[in-house]
């Protein structure tokens, strides 16, 4: 018998406040259109003054919580993905654990941009398979406002806040594809492509953290392929094909990063979970706030395959096959 990290709650939160295509033609010069067109963005969420990267993640883990029926006190681990933590130390993790009632385990960040919910997903995972813990919260969680240049129409239009969580716990199985849980994660970086994405500054660069760049069509190129490429490790390493996956949970960037994606691999575009028209990129969360929302609306039901992948800057990539 293994253990398997199995999925029981899934949560979420957006910050109140919307701001549409056209309220952002009012300050920046852009249009509805070449928005739309370009990335299938429509809205984004921004946190207001004063929330932070941990107020965002609290929420979506207790909406978890609540979701799986468990407290806080009940959790033995929390890993928290952002590139966009409340201060340089202490990681982010903590405040949250402090604040969901958690008073032993651990708690730490992760940073590995748009993959980092994958990377999270996969420690927490290799946590439980150790048998080192049996409950894990797994968060997303971004405000990637603060490191836009609201004057770079190329990328601050791209980007939203929010956050999502799942809930892992140990389950027994007797090995197969059949089980429920966590199947496999795949992960890869790749750091010759540094300068093609990337926020400029931080602590050991003697200046306080800058704005988000990015090479917005060379990232294209290299996310399709490699998208691709992880996608297909998955499903081999679980003896699939592209025809048993229920449904697929990409990183939320653009439209056209997503649907080329599901071009190159074969998968219809119905199977593909999109929030980015709603949401934007919100990088680590952007996949936990789509899975949920596919949770709670009814789409993924329990026993359907469903395939998450993501890449961000660094380059960091990653896959990973859940049987929910």
């Not at 370009?38 to 965002?56: C, F, M, Y």
């Not at 800058?210 to 490699?226: I, K, Y």
Request: proline content about 2%; overall charge neutral.
């Amino acid at each position: 018998m293994i253990a398997r990290s199995q999925i029981i709650g899934c949560g979420s939160y957006l910050p109140a406040r919307l701001v549409t295509n056209a309220q952002l033609a009012e300050t920046v010069d852009t249009t509805d259109e070449w928005i739309v067109e370009r990335s299938g963005i429509r809205q984004r969420h921004i946190a207001a003054e004063g929330e932070r990267t941990s107020d965002l993640a609290t929420m979506a883990a207790t909406r978890a919580l609540a979701a799986a029926g468990i407290a806080g006190a009940d959790v033995d681990l929390i890993v928290l993905a952002t590139a966009t933590p409340d201060n340089t130390f202490p990681a982010t993790a903590v405040k949250v654990q402090h604040r969901i009632g958690m008073k032993h385990g651990a708690a730490f960040d992760v940073q590995a941009v748009c993959s980092g919910f994958i990377y999270a997903l996969s420690i927490a995972d290799n946590f439980i398979k150790a048998g080192q813990v049996q409950t894990a919260l797994v968060i997303g969680a971004e405000t990637f406002s603060r490191i836009l240049d609201w004057k770079d129409r190329t990328t601050c239009v791209l980007f939203g806040d929010g956050a999502g969580a799942v809930v892992l716990r140990a389950g027994r199985g007797k090995g197969g594809s059949q089980d429920h849980g966590i199947l496999s994660t795949h992960l890869h970086s790749d750091g010759a492509h540094h300068d093609l994405l990337y926020v400029d500054g931080g602590p050991s660069s003697g200046q306080t953290v800058g704005h988000l760049r990015m090479e917005g069509r060379e990232v294209f190129r290299h996310a399709v392929v490699n998208l691709a490429a992880v996608v297909r490790e998955a499903l081999a390493a679980n003896d699939l094909a592209a025809a048993d996956i229920d449904w697929v949970v990409p990183h939320q960037a653009n439209r056209r990063i997503i649907e080329g994606t599901a071009r190159k691999l074969g998968f219809p575009m119905e199977r593909m979970v999109m929030s980015v028209d709603r949401h934007a990129n919100t990088s680590a969360a952007s996949i936990p706030l789509a899975l949920t929302e596919a949770v709670q609306d009814g789409r993924i039901k329990p026993g359907q395959l469903v395939l998450l992948e993501a890449m961000g800057g660094g380059f960091t990539w990653g896959s990973a096959l859940v049987r929910m």
